[in-house]
Nanobody
Framework: VQLQASGGGLVQAGGSLSLSCAAS????????LGWFRRAPGRERELVAQ????????YYADSIKGRFTIVRDTIKNTVYLQMNSLKPEDTADYYC??????????WGQGTQVTVSS
């Protein structure tokens, strides 16, 4: 699976950004796709994930109620809509895919900077 992330940028606190992750290479029906982030000096964090079949979503407590993960099964793309952004959301965001418990496929990072 190849993953191509896009959509990062600079936004003021309280603003919104949408990240996209286009997947290709194989059928995704057995996969879960997710968004991770890594801020300087902090460990990588799973932000949200979604099952390709059924669209069951999980959210980290730190972003619950502010971020939404959705998938477009026609475009083979996963989106992360980020609202009410806070400076602590500043990080490099990565999309990833797994068919089992291991996140085996990773896209390149896209930087999100939230200014106060």
């Amino acid at each position: 699976v190849q993953l191509q992330a896009s959509g990062g940028g600079l936004v003021q606190a309280g603003g919104s950004l949408s990240l996209s992750c286009a997947a290709s290479g194989r059928a995704l029906s057995s996969y879960t796709l997710g968004w991770f982030r890594r801020a300087p000096g902090r460990e990588r964090e799973l932000v949200a994930q979604i099952t390709w079949i059924g669209g069951s979503a999980y959210y980290a407590d730190s972003i619950k109620g502010r971020f939404t993960i959705v998938r477009d099964t026609i475009k083979n793309t996963v989106y992360l809509q980020m609202n009410s952004l806070k400076p602590e959301d500043t990080a490099d965001y990565y999309c990833a895919a797994r068919a089992d418990v291991v996140w085996s496929y990773w896209g390149q990072g896209t930087q999100v900077t939230v200014s106060s």
